[in-house]
Nanobody, 128 residues
Framework: QVTLVESGGGSVQAGGSLKLSCAYS?????????MAWVRQAPGKGREVVAA????????FYADSVEARFTISRDKGKGILYLQMRLIQPDDTAMYYC????????????????????WGQGTQVTVST
């Protein structure tokens, strides 16, 4: 069974930084190929902001966070990170950790519907 537990969310002022963590287990058993950070702002759909794929190692970033957010994975500790810098009010959302062992075709892994395992989410609120 795959479990994903996010932490690190909170309130931050615009221009600040925040680092989210996702402690995961059961990933290796299911040979998960992709992990991602997905956010959902009030009244909006889920958006993949950053994703990490293996074999080969690849990363994806949404245009809205490119050069500001960095996704990384510590396989030894079983933690997925999202380093957020130069945070903006539009970054306010619930952030979810997600995983999938599906095969990605044509960039499917950059869409929220591709992911089958989800954490409970951690809230990020940005103030001006």
């Amino acid at each position: 069974q795959v479990t994903l537990v996010e932490s690190g969310g909170g309130s931050v002022q615009a221009g600040g930084s925040l680092k989210l963590s996702c402690a995961y287990s059961g990933i290796n058993r299911y040979n998960t190929q992709y992990m991602a950070w997905v956010r959902q702002a009030p009244g909006k759909g889920r958006e993949v902001v950053a994703a990490y794929g293996t074999a080969p190692d690849v990363t994806f970033y949404a245009d809205s966070v490119e050069a500001r957010f960095t996704i990384s994975r510590d396989k030894g500790k079983g933690i997925l990170y999202l380093q957020m810098r130069l945070i903006q009010p539009d970054d306010t959302a619930m952030y979810y950790c997600a995983a999938s062992d599906r095969t990605s075709i044509g960039g499917m892994w950059s869409t929220a519907t591709f992911y089958t395992e989800w954490g409970q989410g951690t809230q990020v609120t940005v103030s001006t």
